[in-house]
T-cell receptor, first 114, second 117 residues
Framework: GAVVSQHPSRVICKSGTSVKIECRSL??????MFWYRQFPKQSLMLMATSNEGSKATYEQGVEKDKFLINHASLTLSTLTVTSAHPEDSSFYICSATTQGETQYFGPGTRLLVL | AQSVAQPEDQVNVAEGNPLTVKCTYSVSGNPYLFWYVQYPNRGLQFLLKYITGDNLVKGSYGFEAEFNKSQTSFHLKKPSALVSDSALYFCAVRDGLRGSTLGRLYFGRGTQLTVWP
C-alpha cells in the first residue's frame, strides 16, 4: 500500500515551453500533497504544500506564477512549470499524505530544459 | 522551529558489519521523526518513524532507529550491512498538524552510505 506515482519520469523540453508533471496516490486518498525540488547530491527543497480543493501554499522564494500547482482531487496533484528555462532543470519529487501522517514519495521526475 | 542535523555526509562500512547513520533534531513540541532512503534517480522510500511508544523503532529491510530524548537523537542502525543498502539516507522531523502546511517535513542534508563487499 501507500504507492505514489509520478508521470512523466523524465522530460526534455525546449526553453520557453511549459511542462506538466502529475502526481497520483494510487491506493489512498491524499488530503495533502507536497512538491519538492532536489539538486544533485543535495537534500529536498520544499516548493509548495497542496491541500485538495484549495490553493497551494508556496515556500518563500518559489514563484507561484512559475510553478502552478493544482490539487483537483484526493488522488491527483499537478505541477506545471511555465515557460521553462535551463535553470529550472532539476529533479522534482512529490509526496502525499493523509491527515498529516507519513509522507509517501513518488519516484521523481527528471526535467531537462534545453 | 524544527530542524534536523545529519553530521556525516558519508558513512562507509564493510558488508556484514553493523552500521549507524546519525541524526539529531530540534523541535518545539513532541518530536515526530522519520527515516527515508533514496536510491539514485529515485524518490524517497519510507523506512521507519517514531511518533510515540517504544524508543526502539523497527522498520523496513532490517533497519531500526533509537529515539533518545535526552540526547535529541534518532540514529538509524542495522546489525549487519548489505552492499544493497548503499544509498542516500535522510532523517526528517514533522511539523505540527495545523494550518496550511499540514505535516510538513524538515529534512537533514542526507548521508551517503556506502557498503563495500
Amino acid at each position: 500500500g501507500a504507492v505514489v506515482s509520478q508521470h512523466p519520469s523524465r522530460v526534455i523540453c525546449k526553453s520557453g515551453t511549459s511542462v506538466k508533471i502529475e502526481c497520483r496516490s494510487l491506493d489512498f486518498q491524499a488530503t495533502t500533497m507536497f512538491w519538492y525540488r532536489q539538486f544533485p547530491k543535495q537534500s529536498l527543497m520544499l516548493m509548495a504544500t497542496s491541500n485538495e480543493g484549495s490553493k497551494a501554499t508556496y515556500e518563500q522564494g518559489v514563484e507561484k506564477d512559475k510553478f502552478l500547482i493544482n490539487h483537483a482531487s484526493l488522488t491527483l496533484s499537478t505541477l506545471t512549470v511555465t515557460s521553462a528555462h535551463p535553470e529550472d532543470s532539476s529533479f522534482y519529487i512529490c509526496s502525499a499524505t493523509t491527515q498529516g501522517e507519513t509522507q509517501y514519495f513518488g519516484p521523481g521526475t527528471r526535467l531537462l530544459v534545453l | 522551529a524544527q530542524s534536523v542535523a545529519q553530521p556525516e555526509d558519508q558513512v562507509n562500512v564493510a558488508e556484514g558489519n553493523p552500521l549507524t547513520v546519525k541524526c539529531t533534531y530540534s523541535v518545539s513540541g513532541n518530536p515526530y521523526l522519520f527515516w527515508y532512503v533514496q536510491y539514485p534517480n529515485r524518490g524517497l522510500q519510507f523506512l521507519l518513524k517514531y511518533i510515540t511508544g517504544d524508543n526502539l523503532v523497527k522498520g523496513s529491510y532490517g533497519f531500526e532507529a533509537e529515539f533518545n530524548k535526552s540526547q535529541t537523537s534518532f540514529h538509524l542502525k542495522k546489525p549487519s550491512a548489505l552492499v544493497s543498502d548503499s544509498a542516500l539516507y535522510f532523517c526528517a522531523v514533522r511539523d505540527g498538524l495545523r494550518g496550511s502546511t499540514l505535516g510538513r517535513l524538515y529534512f537533514g542534508r542526507g548521508t551517503q552510505l556506502t557498503v563495500w563487499p
